[in-house]
């Protein structure tokens, strides 16, 4: 089995609402579509100060970054890692920080040098 099918399998367990979405769909639009909703339930746990959740998805973001061939770890960097946002607003993120993997803080700092955590 590829890494590709395994992080899809994981995404169809971890997230029952993309069944509909990969319904017909190629790979590739799969893996977009799991990636967004990966993002999103990301998002949601840093938003909802879910600790346990948010290190579970940075592990398995860690895997996708480590195992995911190059065009996959390219759309994953677009769509994940590039659009997570820690940044303070009516939402305090940025405890979120300290809690990013040395790859996932490699790649933000790869590309996102002026956001907030970046240096470290």
């Known amino acids: 089995m590829t890494f590709r099918t395994s992080f899809l399998e994981w995404s169809?367990?971890?997230?029952?609402?993309l069944s509909l979405d990969f319904d017909g769909e190629s790979?590739?639009?799969?893996l977009h579509f799991a990636f967004v909703a990966f993002r999103k339930h990301t998002q949601a746990a840093i938003d909802h100060h879910d600790q346990t959740r948010l290190l579970e998805f940075f592990e398995m973001a860690d895997r996708v970054l480590n195992c995911g061939y190059p065009d996959m770890r390219s759309?994953?960097?677009v769509v994940y890692v590039e659009d997570l946002h820690f940044h303070d607003e009516r939402t305090l993120r940025s405890w979120a920080l300290q809690l990013l993997t040395p790859a996932l803080r490699h790649e933000r700092a790869r590309s996102i040098s002026r956001l907030p955590g970046n240096s470290t």
């Open 12 to 17: 169809l367990e971890q997230f029952p609402e």
């Open 27 to 30: 790979a590739k639009t799969r």
């Open 75 to 77: 759309l994953f960097h």
